[in-house]
């Protein structure tokens, strides 16, 4: 699957939420184009993705971007094969969220995810 014209599309709504002041608009869009290519199992492509957001969590502050960018980036690996990668990060988005409500779908289902890795 070719996503290069996802890529520019998104590029393009990314810079124009950007200079209008809609912050969490284009990182809702960055993230779900890296959501897309976890979608059709592009692990890699995903994984540069979601590091991205990682790598720089002073964009995310006040949201739950951050947190769930590791969560991607958990499952950018398992698409991958690196379980042992996908191990680490499934425990730092669960330590990220120690204290969150138990009962968030994401949560659980990370949860799950993380305990089929053990």
Known sequence: MDLTPLSRTTTTAVRNAVQLGWRNQAITLIDSQYQVYLAGRQGAEAARGFQKIVDHPGITIGDAFGALAHL????????????????????????????????????????IEYAKLQ
């Not at 094969?81 to 289902?109: H, M, N, S």
């Open 72 to 111: 991607g980036l958990a499952r950018a690996y398992v698409v991958s094969g690196e379980t042992a990668r996908a191990r680490g990060k499934y425990k730092d988005f669960l330590t990220l969220w120690k204290d969150a409500d138990p009962d968030i779908p994401v949560l659980k289902q990370a949860k």
